[in-house]
């Protein structure tokens, strides 16, 4: 069957990771095609967290300011033990707050993945097909020619120079790619259950989100927006998880917190909790990204996080290549980047769920005076900022300083209009940050290659010095920085940055 319609990128899946990658695709003007086998958002929550890199995308794809009525702030996180006594605290970093959002948000879902689909829709270089299932997919010598059926029985095909799989955790195309899960040894089976409580009952549940480390049955309590409340529930031995979702089997799980009259039943769903990496991210010109790509236990509110990550990874890489800007090498370091931070944060992930879900007591008796004394005889305290890794290969120069591979800040800048941050005004693309206290040299941008922004000193004032203190904590005169705001280096002098620059210009066309 011959293509009815060519496309640069083809997206299968449009939940949030492939509604991101077709904001990214279709603001940089790319033929896009999103193939969906459903016509509408699935209106039960499932993801429920976000943190400040997530929501400085939505800023970047411009849809941040309607993201935000749907989100609250995630707070602290108690961890209680056997004995009921707190042995943990995963905290949140003080202000002024480095990407210029609190660091950690809950929100909710539907209409966060409402506003990111209107968002892709609005580009007219992107085309939906909702209703279409992907059946085969053929690579050809300079694409992927992707058959489909319409959910009403109607056989299309359609050509695509590359492919980004984003159809979930049971994902059909990554069974007909033969590409397999890496199992990290964990899987538990939970309850998760979501209720809007009436307000006379929130006074009466615990005022931060909280983990009850309780071997007779651990359990999860989550303060999502307004006054919806989640609660994740480890299922015993022996009981049907089925029948466990059932309304009459839920309320007495919830007893200890509430009754049935004190709010309403969003939904109970079982799962099983998993820590899956998939060996390979890539076949030929199809690429996983999302859930497709990997599963994570929940308990530090990372799984959409990843999904949204992976997709801004490669579309940035993907348009540069479709540009002719760079090689199309560059997109091996997709796979190398995120399969090895994915593993790295989920290995994270799962010991921490190893300790909560542990269910013999005196191994948990054991595990909470471990906490106690590794905090110095009182909880241990760490971030949800510390979890998450930089970035340790792939795209990064690591001989050039600390900075290589962590996030760069967005810092607020005083403008004669007011406060604006960063990326309100730098270009997209790569940029040469300099520090301006060290620093008033003038560079040519376009001798350098990328976009010279000069922060503080003489240069762009910032209101609350949060790049001066990155600056400072890293050593840096400089950094150069990818357009996903991963550094790519760090400088110690500005002498540096001439060589670094060539460098950088050598190693993307190579």
């Not at 995963?90 to 993945?113: A, K, R, S």
Request: glycine content about 8%; hydrophobic content about 40%; charged content about 20%.
């Amino acid at each position: 069957m011959q293509p009815i319609a060519e496309f640069d990128v083809a997206i299968v899946g449009f939940g949030p990771a492939g509604a991101v990658a077709a904001c990214w695709l279709g603001q940089a003007g790319v033929r896009t095609l999103v193939l969906e086998k459903s016509h509408t958002i699935w209106e039960i929550p499932r993801a429920i967290a976000l943190d400040h890199e997530i929501l400085r995308v939505f800023q970047n794809l411009g849809v941040v300011e309607e993201i935000l009525p749907f989100t609250a702030p995630f707070g602290a996180s108690e961890h209680f033990g056997a004995a009921g006594q707190l042995i943990r605290r995963i905290g949140v970093v003080d202000p002024p707050y480095p990407m210029g959002y609190l660091p950690n948000m809950v929100f909710t879902q539907p209409p966060v993945e409402a506003i990111l689909r209107n968002r892709a829709a609005s580009h007219t270089s992107v085309t939906l097909k909702l209703g279409s299932k992907v059946t085969a997919l053929k690579h050809q010598h300079d694409g992927v020619l992707i058959s489909t059926e319409t959910d009403r029985g109607q056989s299309e095909s359609f050509a695509a120079k590359y492919v980004i799989a984003c159809d979930g955790a049971s994902s059909n195309t990554r069974q007909m790619l033969g590409l397999v899960l890496d199992d990290l040894g964990f899987d538990e089976p939970w309850l998760v259950v979501d209720v809007i409580v009436n307000e006379d009952a929130i006074q009466n549940l615990p005022a931060t989100c909280a983990q009850f480390c309780d071997p007779s049955r651990p359990c999860t309590y989550i303060i999502g927006p307004g006054n919806h409340r989640r609660w994740e529930i480890m299922l015993l031995p022996g009981e049907d998880p089925r029948q466990m979702e059932m309304e009459a089997n839920v309320w007495p799980l919830l007893s200890r917190w509430l009754n049935p009259t004190d709010g309403k039943l969003w939904r109970a769903s079982s799962y099983r909790f998993h820590a899956l990496v998939a060996s390979k991210w890539r076949d030929g010109r199809v690429f996983l990204a999302g859930d497709a790509a990997h599963q994570q236990p929940p308990f530090v509110g990372q799984g959409m996080c990843q999904g949204v990550r992976d997709v801004t990874n490669l579309c940035w890489k993907l348009v540069s290549v479709l540009r002719g800007t760079t090689r199309d090498a560059i997109l091996h370091s997709y796979e190398q980047e995120r399969s090895d931070h994915v593993r790295t944060l989920t290995s994270r992930i799962k010991n921490i769920g190893a300790a909560i879900c542990e269910r013999d007591p005196e191994a948990a008796r054991l595990r909470d005076e471990a906490l106690i004394r590794q905090g110095g005889g009182q909880a241990l305290e760490v971030t949800r900022q510390e979890i998450v890794p930089p970035l340790q290969t792939g795209l990064i120069a690591p001989q050039h300083g600390p900075a290589a591979g962590v996030l760069f800040p967005q810092p607020t800048i005083s403008t004669p209009r007011g406060p604006v941050r960063l990326d309100d005004l730098a270009a997209d693309g790569w940029h040469l940050f300099i520090d301006g206290r060290s620093s008033s040299v003038a560079l040519d941008s376009d001798e350098l290659g990328l976009s010279v922004f000069i922060l503080g000193g003489n240069g762009n004032p910032e209101t609350e010095g949060v790049a001066a203190a990155w600056f400072d904590r890293h050593a840096c005169a400089a950094a150069i920085v990818r357009p996903d705001h991963y550094v790519y280096c760090g400088l110690r002098t500005v002498n540096e940055i001439q060589k670094a620059c060539e460098e950088l210009r050598l190693r993307l066309r190579a």
